[in-house]
């Protein structure tokens, strides 16, 4: 079986999936973080929706009235939101990207500026910058993946 | 480093594993589409969520009547979750039971009807079709998915 | 051709793949599962958002008042929505950690408990549980992600 294993080690010795691997892994532990900030603002807003989280601050109506929406929790839940509508395809359309045999300097342009893109939204979202930083932070996150979609369907097209 | 990306290149080259780009990269631009119609309704039905995003139509109470949900706007937001809900698993099923070794035939099959019924889901949700139409849609995609799932822990269980 | 699909088989032939493989469809099949608990709930507590779900329910008030939100139903969207945010970064981050390379137990480890916390997350959320019930198997979840991206990162690690 040492064989298989080498060729499996192959993949993750190739530079453009080296290069996949780690931009992919920040991003989707950026990603993560958001889950973190999201439980942070909840506590520090005492504001939560299941009923269960507001036990440890008393009984009926004391603990009642945690059970609320606060504007911070709700901001980051929509950064949350936006980026699983995000990395979700450059999750997906960057393997095949990856696996299409792109330029290791062409590939890695987009894997940089995407994540940079996603980086900037989130700050964007979180601060919040005025428009449109947002906007122009969240298109450019979108243009790299169409970009990526464009070498993938125009490599692999087999309908 | 050549033998290696030729290695890589093969896998894009096998018939079965560009069928599943070229689907898997067809659904996630489909899913991508939401966010530009969710963008569209905003715009349109002036039906904003972030403050900073209605600086532009002036200050105060002017700009604070366009932080409203709009149905539609919140209709497409319901169909863009659910792609994210069922694409996801497509993504990864699909990318396991592409390796799989299914036969060519058998997963064009899979495929091609997983994004028909997502396409067809798509258009049932935002005309919006009568029900069963939204629920049929969603159920053919769904039952595609756990038949590659199937083929999957057929071929591969390890526990 | 014969010899490029042994070479995809090879992949799935692997243990770890493998392990990989069968504890992502599981916990991809359990996600897909809330699609069902929340159509069950919406059914049973008669508790819809779309107007085009009610129509069978009558015509004018007799349907509205159908559309209506549940406690129950919420809930599970809420658990369903807590999977996608983290069953995507153990789909990414779980592919690319099969790929580095690591040992069979190791790698077995890191899926199996994946895989427990998150059933164990499920339980805990529709019961529910009383706390830290839920939190504590969405932290270990959690920290068996960030685990198996510290590999992935030392590893492959290409910027």
């Given at each position: 079986r040492s064989g298989e294993m080498a060729k499996l080690t192959q993949l993750i010795d190739n530079d453009v999936f080296r290069a996949y691997a780690t931009y992919t892994t920040i991003v989707l532990l950026k990603m993560m973080l958001m889950s973190l900030v999201t439980a942070y603002f909840r506590m520090t807003r005492k504001a939560?929706?299941?009923?269960?989280?507001?036990?440890s601050f008393g009984k009926g109506e004391s603990a009642k009235k945690y059970l609320r929406?606060?504007?911070d929790v709700e901001r980051v839940r929509r950064g949350h939101l936006n980026d699983l509508e995000n990395i979700v395809p450059f999750l997906g359309i960057g393997l095949l990207y990856a696996l299409s045999g792109p330029e290791l300097y062409t590939a890695l342009l987009h894997f940089?500026?995407?994540?940079?893109?996603r980086i900037a939204h989130t700050f964007a979202y979180l601060i919040p910058l005025p428009q449109p930083g947002r906007a122009l932070s969240w298109a450019v996150g979108y243009a790299v993946t169409i970009s990526m979609?464009?070498?993938v369907?125009?490599?692999?097209?087999?309908?």
């Open positions: 939560f929706v299941n009923p269960e989280d507001t036990a929406t606060d504007p940089r500026i995407f994540a940079g893109a979609a464009y070498k369907l125009t490599t692999a097209l087999y309908l």
